[in-house]
Every structure is written in structure tokens, then in C-alpha cells.
Nanobody, 116 residues
Framework: VQLQAFGGGEVQPGGSLRLSCVAS????????MGWYRQAPGRQRELVAS???????NYAESVKGRFTISKDNAKNTVYLQMNSLKHEDTAVYYC???????????WGQGTQVTVSS
């Protein structure tokens, strides 16, 4: 499966962005999908995930601020990011758990910069 993430940009602290991840395949069949991020000098981390049934999970650092959702008809997963902080600055990627373990399907990601 090919995954393309886009929608990043530069915002001020407290601002919002919505990221989109378009999959080349049927995301219902793909199953669990997640948003990951990698800040400079840090390891890539899982930010949020959503199952085929729509169950969501979030990293503690983004709970209450980020919302993951999906549109099965569009094979797209979204990440709504509100109340952005400097520490949210990173390249954001979408992937499946299997792709993450195999270090595959990362694509180019999309840069999110939170700067005053």
C-alpha cells in the first residue's frame, strides 16, 4: 500500500492544522492506521491510531488536542491538530503498524512547524 500524507505547514502556538493521509488501497481492508511523527534528533513516535471499527488511541502528549478520524469512502485518514505547541513540531507520517515495524511505506511525510 502507498500512503501519502499532506496538509502540514507553519502555525503559531495555539493554532490548528488538519493533516490528511490518502491510501492507495481500501483502508477498511488495511485495518489499523496511525499517524506518527519524528522531531529533529528524536525517534519516530506514534501519535494516534484508528482501527477499522473506528476505535482511536492517542499518545498522552496529544490527548485532548488531536483527533484522528477516517473516511472509508475516500480511503483517507485525518489528523485534526488543535492547540498546537512548539513541541508538536515534527515531520508527520501515516502508516500501518506492520509498515512501521518493517520500516516501510513511510513516504515523505508532511512537515508541521509550530513557531511564534
Amino acid at each position: 500500500v502507498q500512503l501519502q500524507a499532506f496538509g502540514g505547514g507553519e502555525v503559531q502556538p495555539g493554532g490548528s492544522l488538519r493533516l490528511s493521509c490518502v491510501a492507495s488501497g481500501n483502508i477498511i481492508r488495511i485495518g489499523i492506521m496511525g499517524w506518527y511523527r519524528q522531531a529533529p534528533g528524536r525517534q519516530r513516535e506514534l501519535v494516534a491510531s484508528i482501527t477499522g471499527a473506528g476505535t482511536t488511541n492517542y499518545a498522552e502528549s496529544v490527548k485532548g488536542r488531536f483527533t484522528i478520524s477516517k473516511d472509508n469512502a475516500k480511503n483517507t485518514v485525518y489528523l485534526q491538530m488543535n492547540s498546537l505547541k512548539h513541541e508538536d513540531t515534527a515531520v508527520y507520517y501515516c502508516n500501518t503498524p506492520l509498515g512501521a515495524v518493517r520500516n516501510e511505506n513511510w513516504g515523505q511525510g508532511t512537515q508541521v512547524t509550530v513557531s511564534s
